[in-house]
């Protein structure tokens, strides 16, 4: 009967830690699908407002918001490449000083920047711990901000880079793959809406010769 009755609490025992795994599963899937239909409800929301808006500074400035916001970050910067540098076109979390400072301080290509990095690289690059990063330019400034781990992604038109998506957490460690390749979709998003701007600004220029010329056509026949 002894047996039996140990025999009994096992398995009770076995059965109570097997539901509460079961659980954790379930609350980590429910998690993880509420995530992953938010980051759908974003990019379906990011395409349409790269295909409807005209404002290319609209589309960046969103663009760098919800990339901050889904990776948990604290601030974030998208830039562009402006002839030998890296030229800040939207910031999100960082206060009006840091961006100030940071203009001012500008990110050369082949430097030691992880923007540089990337573009140099033309892939994404991680800096889990800026603390272990000793030769890190920013290293100082962006502890005393409290930043402890950078990601950048270039952003790629065909097989040129334009510019660069950095992402800077207040929590040491890599960002996970998931996140990785949302913020290479949010790039990708990015060029998509600086070149719709460009084709835009064309468009508006050729309309504008056109109808320069048919009033120097109509002055002239007058």
Request: proline fraction near 2%.
């Amino acid at each position: 009967m002894q047996q039996v009755a140990e025999a009994f609490n096992r398995a009770a025992s076995q059965l109570a830690e097997a539901q509460q795994g079961l659980e954790r599963k379930v609350e980590e899937r429910t998690l993880e699908l509420n995530r992953t239909v938010s980051e759908l409800q974003v990019l379906g929301e990011l395409t349409q407002t790269v295909n409807s808006s005209l404002d290319v500074q609209v589309v960046l400035d969103y663009i760098v918001m919800h990339a901050v916001q889904l990776s948990q970050a604290k601030e974030g910067t998208l830039y562009t490449i402006d002839h030998d540098a890296l030229a800040q076109r939207a910031n999100h979390g960082r206060s009006a000083e840091t961006i100030q400072l940071s203009s001012a301080d500008r990110v050369k290509l082949g430097s030691g920047s992880i923007g540089a990095r990337c573009v140099a690289l033309r892939k994404p690059v991680q800096i889990p711990d800026v603390a272990t990063e000793t030769g890190y330019r920013n290293r100082e400034r962006m502890l005393a901000e409290g930043i402890h781990a950078l990601l950048a992604v270039p952003l790629m038109q065909e097989d040129k880079v334009v510019g660069a998506l950095v992402i800077r957490s207040a929590e040491v460690g890599e960002f996970p793959q998931d996140m990785l390749r949302l913020l290479q979709t949010f790039a990708a998003q990015s060029v998509m809406a600086i070149r719709n701007a460009e084709l835009f600004g064309e468009i508006q220029e050729k309309s504008e010769q056109l109808l320069a010329a048919s009033q120097m056509k109509s002055q002239f026949l007058a």
